[in-house]
């Protein structure tokens, strides 16, 4: 997965587009894996500008990695995602689509992946429908250069199908675990991104 190097969603001259990609990139990052030292500290950096309630979700991650330990957020992320059995939150968009791992969504999800030229490397180990998978989807089209792929009927369409179904159920399970607590931050800015996200695509028709 890309590595997130700069954290500046907004500022004078920025286009949009790249501050979405961004965004889903960092979100790609955060629920890909354990956070590494070096984006901690990034998010510990950033600046915290802005209204709305997008703004308040970015300043308090902001802040929970300002506290965080490296190791007590690596822990917590596999306590949450991995663990031993079933993981205390699910990640893949499958099993709240359809109640069970590996089932049709997975299946469509493949087709349409497909369909765009996109498959999963070999060498990675989780399917299609993992939440860091799903972003990079969207950050991809976000930044493709074809006027097919990329455009915003066809984020649309793969944000609608693959996301938007679920994420919101997610977030609210992530929120409110007793044992999340960066993640509980990174749970809140997932949802409100998705609302923005959401509310994009619904005045573009």
């Not at 965080?68 to 993981?87: C, H, M, N, Q, T």
């Not at 993640?183 to 028709?205: K, N, P, T």
Request: charged share 20%.
């Amino acid at each position: 997965m890309a590595d997130v190097q700069t954290l500046v969603f907004e500022a004078p001259g920025r286009d949009e587009e790249a501050a979405r990609a961004d965004f889903y990139g960092l979100l790609a990052n955060l629920f890909g894996a354990p956070p590494s030292p070096q984006l901690l500290q990034r998010i510990a950096a950033a600046g915290r500008n802005g209204d709305g309630t997008l703004a308040a979700a970015w300043a308090a991650l902001v802040e929970a990695a300002r506290s965080a330990d490296v190791v007590a957020v690596r822990d917590e992320y596999e306590r949450l995602f991995i663990g031993v059995g079933k993981p205390e939150v699910m990640l893949y968009g499958s099993y709240y689509l359809s109640g069970f791992l590996m089932e049709k969504p997975l299946v469509a999800l493949r087709d349409d992946l497909a369909a765009l030229g996109l498959r999963r490397p070999a060498t990675v180990a989780e399917t299609e429908d993992h939440l860091a998978a799903l972003c990079e989807v969207m950050r991809h089209l976000i930044l493709s250069d074809d006027a097919i792929a990329g455009s915003l009927a066809s984020q649309k369409r793969f944000f609608g199908t693959h996301l938007q179904p679920w994420v919101g159920t997610f977030c609210a399970a992530l929120e409110a675990h007793p044992q999340a607590r960066f993640y509980a931050s990174a749970g809140q800015l997932a949802r409100e991104f998705f609302d923005v996200e959401m509310q994009a695509f619904d005045l573009f028709g």
